[in-house]
């Protein structure tokens, strides 16, 4: 396990902003955002960076079908991507453009550590691209199309390219990436990728065209004014920049190598072989680990155009929450695998799990202890057996939540929560406080308390995923600001808050009942 202080450092992949932002990367944004809440509240010094990919040929030609020089596209989109996270909650401290000065700069100076290392020399390019995947591919990787047109592995289409190119020896790197993926396997996750990749360098690896000639958007190669960097170098290069790379800053020492890479599976050979391999040449240390998870569907269709099926994830937020997307996404894929949402499916899980499980059993206990106890927040001086398991149960769920989440198993986390949700909930039918006012008072606050206590840690464990609820629902129970981590999940708060008069108000419920659409709930 790392140091529960050491820093931690987290990064998205960065988006083409040659369209708006689609469910995918509200998805990915959404999950490197947790990570890094969660990390948080586990007492680390957390650096979070997101932003948008502006070069290449795919933004270029967009650009020019739109009538607009691809600048003028770039900040359109990378604005909406950027409001996208700010609606969202994911709270990056950096957002980056790749048109910013101070990234080329930095993907300046990793071309000239990979020239110094003599890994770079001048050729000519012939061979398939893909403009939509920003990629080179090989023959034999190719696959036909229906009217026998040659497509890419991820089904798009290739064009022939000729042009003069500098090239990047990859074929010298390919003995230690397959060091690296064996000697640590942590470094790519889940291990389908990793297999996957292993098995594609053991085939063999070609050096790799790193520059282009035939257009100019990109961030020029240091002393060869006719070319720009392959947009992937300079891609890649923007987790170094977000710390100040080249120079030798405070964030550097402190935050590289990353943590994590949060990527999804379709660009894993550029973050697992092409990324180390650059490093490499550059003497840099390489990230801890690579995560590439899976893709969402709508209703297990891929989203597009011409299906009609496009959804502005500011369209759902606004339709059923920000928390509750949030909650839907991470509670029903398992992180790693593909996994299909609709609006019925986010209506029945957050309706069960948050507004009839969570909601229910927060606003029943802060109600009775506003009608029933005036408010008066008390400790539990001698908690019953059945009181004591309850807390235990609770806090042997948090402890699973955070090995799960540590482990970026999101739903399996919030399964171990919602089981604690479920106790709590079957603990206030069974003890029934309502009707123990008259019968025997004193017991009727250890229950309410005892209940109090768990909604307290449940909130806190919840937080990452749900942070604006969450924190309205701690704040109703007067829960200080600074006392919102992990490590305060065992604190004797009840004794603290009693001792300090805190007197509760009447509740209001922070996870309302969503309607199920009448179009769709046939
Ligand atoms: O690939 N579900 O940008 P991008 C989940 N600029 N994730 C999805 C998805 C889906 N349906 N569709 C896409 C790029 N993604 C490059 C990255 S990083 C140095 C450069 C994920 O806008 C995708 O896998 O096409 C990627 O991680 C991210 O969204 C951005 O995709």
Known sequence: MPEPTSPYYVTTAISYPNGPPHIGHAYEAIAAD????????????????TGTDEHGLKMARKAEEQGKTARELADEMSHRFRTMCDALDVKYDRFIRTVEEDHHRASQALWQAMEAKGDLYLDRYEGWYSVRDEAFYDESELAEGEGGEKLSPQGTPVEWTVEESWFFRLSNYGQALLELYDTNPSFLKPDSRRNEMRAFVSGGLRDLSISRTSFDWGVPVPGSDDHVMYVWVDALTNYLTGLGYPDETENMAKFWPADLHLIGKDIVRFHAVYW???????GLPLPKQVFGHGFVLNRGQKESKS??????????????GVDALRYFLLREVHFGQDGSYSAEAIVTRVNAELANGFGNLAQRTLSMIFKNMDGKVQPVSEPSEADRTLMDEVCLSIDTLQEKFAALSFSEGLEAWMRAVFACNQYVDEQAPWSLKKTDPARMVAVLMTLLDQVRRLAIALRPVVPSSCDRMLDQMKVAADARLYANVATDWLAAAASEGIVLEKPEGVFPRLEQPEEEAA
Request: glycine share 6%; aromatic share 10%.
């Open 307 to 320: 299906l009609g099926n496009v959804t502005d994830p500011l369209e759902l937020a606004d339709r059923f």
């Open 276 to 282: 180390p391999a650059f490093l490499m040449s550059a």
């Open 34 to 49: 947790v990570i890094a809440r969660f990390q948080r509240a586990q007492g680390r010094e957390v650096r979070f960076q």
